[in-house]
């Protein structure tokens, strides 16, 4: 394996030697990595640029569902969830490592629910086409109860079982970005679009970026520069045309983090119908509970989003309403915000809610493209769509997409998840390498997690992390599993990074001093 290719001096002096670029694209989120992968692999001289690091935007914080998203299909959405359903079905295949298959209750408290959905997720099935996961099936009270020990009974009816995706999404974004790296790309995360640079006639030819490690200033040039900055959308198009209207608004949406007692089957919960009118699941991820989300426009949008009072007690007390165990704030974990890019109402009548959840393409009068909305599940045919739209504008030569059966960095065979390696698929070898080698890399960070100071020098090495931050939120998770954990494994693990990259005390200090910031927004207090 040369990984080399993933050190940052590597990188750097290849953004360097390229005068031109084809594509360079801003913001290294599911979007912008999902369309450097297909750029790299219809074999195009690809740049991506993200101002902090892959995923550390809504990719992250996403509910953890690979999902053609059952609440779109009580919608009539069935393009999207036909779409997204066959996504599904390629993520599965082509990161294997990262993507399982996960069997999902509706629990049932009246007749009428548990013969609609039972229905309903018929049709779901049958849109899955010869990528489906299973089937749906209802089960009686007894069985409900049964695979759902925490669940309220009173009034219960039963349950229907249906089977969707689950991940983990800031690991297969890392993994995404090595594959493009691996394909021909050039990736750089901590490195910030400042602004856009135009020919005579007006139309976009490059970027001026900054590396947010030495202030040193780029002037890059590219055929095509594609925007997928998620919700910083709107500050990229005003860099383009200062006086352009916002097209996004933020829309915030939380998840608590609980011990797997709360959960304790392999089941997940999915309540379809919540008092706000939105969906809530109740997910197992890492041996904890995630349980969300919510839809609270905001007026203002940020990279370290606070999950608000009303949330927190919105989720709170429907889990309790759904589950026998008592939940209460002392039971939380952590907790995290993600921000939706939803396209503007046009006036106050509209509701995030009912916006289309689909994707949208932007081409400026400058031919600055932009991507916005969509999902996870369908991050590569979102890139599939841009690239095309590049083509057919021509500003790239015609080729075909080659992303459909492309396998990405680290996909294997599913390995259990009792080994909690299991996330880095074939990269497994490389870690248990490193732990022989260096037998005290063996230990954990933590008593209460199983990772270990090997992770983190990996992640360094091979994952492109730099700071505290970058390894305990995106590439270890332990931020998301248990912020108690984090912020006390956080001088440790500055310690372990500053040894890899040369770094000095005081930029230990400094990175504990900031890692502590950011993770305040992760306690539930
Ligand atoms: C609460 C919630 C739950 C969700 N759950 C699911 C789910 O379970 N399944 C699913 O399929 N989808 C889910 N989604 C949707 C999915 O997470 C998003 O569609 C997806 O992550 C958006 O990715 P993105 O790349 O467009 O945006 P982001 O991930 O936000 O990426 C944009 C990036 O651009 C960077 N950037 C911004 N400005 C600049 C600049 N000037 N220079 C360089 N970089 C810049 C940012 O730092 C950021 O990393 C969920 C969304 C939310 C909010």
Redesign the pocket.
Known sequence: MKMDRFKRETLIAQMKTNETWDAII???????LGIALDCATRGYKTLL????DF?????S???????GGVRYLAQGNIDLVREALHERGLMMKNAAHLVSNQSFIIPNYSWWDHFFYTVGLKVYDFLSGNLSFGKSTRIGKKETMARLPTIETAHLRGGVVYQDGQFD?SRLAVNIAQTAIEQGATLLNH????QLLKNDAGIVNGVVAVDQETNETYQLKSKVVIN?????TD??LQMDKPSAKDQIKPSQ???LVLDKSFLAGNDAIMIPKTDDGRVLFLVPWHNRVVV??TDTVLDSHS?EPRALEAEINFILTTANRYLNKDVSRDDVLSMYA????LAAPKDDSEKTKEISRSHKIIVSDSELITI???????YRKMAEDTVNRAIKMNKLPQKECRTKDLLIHGSSKPIAESNHLYVYGSDIMGIEALQQEHPELKERLHERVPFTKAEVVWAVRHEMARTIDDVLARRVRVLFLDAGAAIAMAPEVAALIAKELGRDKQWEAEQVKDFLKIADHFVCK
Do not use: C, M, N, Y
């Open positions: 801003v913001g290294g989120g599911a979007t912008g640029l993200e101002q902090v995923a550390k935007g809504t990719s914080r996403s509910t953890k569902l690979v999902h999404d490195f910030e679009v400042k997928a900055t998620g919700v910083f500050e990229v949406g939380i998840h969300g989300t990279l993600g921000l939706r890019p916005t909305g969509g999902k996870w599940t369908t």
